[in-house]
């Protein structure tokens, strides 16, 4: 007599059953009896994959990759303002083609205008949230679209006029912002929307620098927590509309053109072996350093004040070093293709942390992913370069690739996004893999045993 197909059932899985949301089409089991979802990542976690949701997707895609040409016009066109006309320049040649006095009176200026701007922001939009990060983590995802929206052109504007921030966390937040609304109209729940929330603040990510792969996982390692496929699709879905969509405005080629294809040598290997754990542990310094400012931003009449005097430090020291203006890309850049000396790339290590520290202490709204790179690309550069002079051999844009992602990793609390990023980022390091996976992993496992924040943890308000 024919037994009946055994049907899927939910397996017991910490404590509680596996269950697939919404059912596979095909309900029976194969001839092992074993479940589909015993593979730990073909599970579901409470968020279920409807039509509705994968609408919601599409639409916050998008919508994130149109906010992210929107947020770099805003930003390419102060620049343009503020320094002069850009071609195909990039933003370091503009500020080194003007004089120190104009290099400082743009921060008083941008201080003073972002400061006050700011002020009034914050006081119209009290108790309104435009913090992705808390949204997903510890709330419903639901955000302010206008305090986003002034929050996002202010940070681009003070970026423009040489504030040592990040220029992704505009597009992050308006990707965030915009699947909020899109949340609502399309009556998702709110582990939906949770996820759709995220998938779109890391679309906005690969939107501006052209990093699908990497924006997807920055979503699913650093923001869900996940790399399960019911996370992994929407995120790679919705970084792959929003990057398509931005190349309306945006070009299509890597962020950081010309990097040569490095090779791998015995002298990389044993250097990333030691470095690691240094690039942990001052990733952990420079984390806490976030956190400490974070937590003790000016409030008040000092809300005013503090930006002015904060940027126009900054300027004043751009004076000498006039590569700590903006996020520190061309910086990077300039590293990754083997150029500066010991004592430039030192001060460079040095400085560009104390100056985004400054910039951010000071109330002023930026991203932080750049800036992290850029430091992790001087440090890797310094270091690498004096092992030069022990070891010959290897040149010095592979240590600072190695040092990027390592201090990146670190910093981030995910080495693979980290990995993924610096790949996407150069279309290099494909032939010193294994060096900078090695850096990475140790740096991010010491800061991770050593204390375990991230540069947007550490950044969380008091609970």
């Excluded at 509309?241 to 040598?265: E, M, R």
């Excluded at 290099?428 to 090695?438: E, K, L, R, V, Y």
Aim: glycine residues 14%; aromatic residues 10%.
């Amino acid at each position: 007599m024919a037994t009946e197909p055994r049907r899927l059932r939910p397996l017991a899985w910490r404590g509680g059953p596996r269950v697939r949301q919404p059912q596979p089409l095909i309900a029976y089991r194969l001839p092992s009896g074993r479940g589909a979802t015993e593979q730990p990542n073909a599970t579901d976690d409470p968020v279920p994959l409807t039509a509705r949701f994968w609408l919601a997707v599409v639409l916050a895609g998008v919508a994130t990759g149109l906010f992210g040409d929107l947020m770099m016009w805003v930003l390419f066109f102060v620049e343009h303002l503020t320094f002069g006309d850009r071609g195909h320049v990039g933003f370091q040649y503009l500020v080194d083609h003007v004089g120190a006095l104009h290099r400082v009176v743009a921060l008083l200026v941008a201080g003073a205008v972002g400061g006050g701007l700011w002020f009034v922001l914050r006081h119209v939009t009290k108790g309104e949230s435009a913090d992705v990060d808390d949204s997903v983590w510890q709330g419903t995802g639901e955000l302010s679209f206008r305090r986003s929206f002034g929050t996002s052109l202010l940070s681009e504007l003070v970026v423009g006029m040489g504030a040592s921030l990040g220029r992704e966390n505009a597009p992050k937040i308006m990707g965030g912002a915009s699947a909020s609304l899109i949340a609502g109209w399309t009556r998702l729940d709110p582990a939906q929307r949770r996820l759709l929330v995220a998938c779109a603040a890391g679309s906005g990510l690969a939107a501006v620098y052209n990093v699908p792969l990497g924006g997807a996982l920055f979503t699913a390692e650093l923001l869900m927590g996940s790399i399960a496929l019911p996370v992994m699709l929407p995120a790679l879905a919705c970084a792959g509309i929003a990057t398509a969509t931005a190349w309306i405005y945006l070009p299509t080629n890597a962020t950081y053109v010309g990097i040569p294809q490095y090779h791998f040598t015995g002298s990389l290997l044993l250097w990333s072996l030691l470095f690691g754990p240094v690039a942990g542990l001052l990733s952990v310094a420079y984390v806490r350093a976030i956190g400490w400012v974070s937590h003790h931003r000016p409030t008040g009449g000092w809300a005013l004040t503090a930006p002015l005097v904060a940027f126009g430090v900054v300027g004043v020291l751009g004076i000498w070093y006039p590569q700590l203006f903006g996020n520190g890309k061309d910086m990077a850049h300039d590293v990754f293709v083997g150029a500066g000396s010991l004592a430039l790339l030192g001060a460079l290590f040095a400085l560009k942390p104390i100056a985004t520290v400054l910039c951010l202490g000071s109330g002023a709204s930026g991203g932080l992913f750049t800036p992290t790179m850029s430091t992790g690309a001087m440090l890797g550069g310094f270091l690498g370069l004096a092992w030069t002079h022990l070891w010959h051999g290897t040149p010095v844009g592979a240590f600072a690739l190695v040092g990027a992602a390592a201090v990146l990793g670190a910093a981030l609390q995910a080495p693979l996004a980290a990995l993924a990023l610096m790949l996407e980022l150069t279309h290099s390091g494909f032939g010193i893999a294994i060096p900078m996976t090695a850096a990475t992993v140790l740096a991010t496992a010491v800061a991770r045993y050593v204390d375990g924040y991230s540069i947007y943890s550490a950044r969380l308000p008091a609970a």
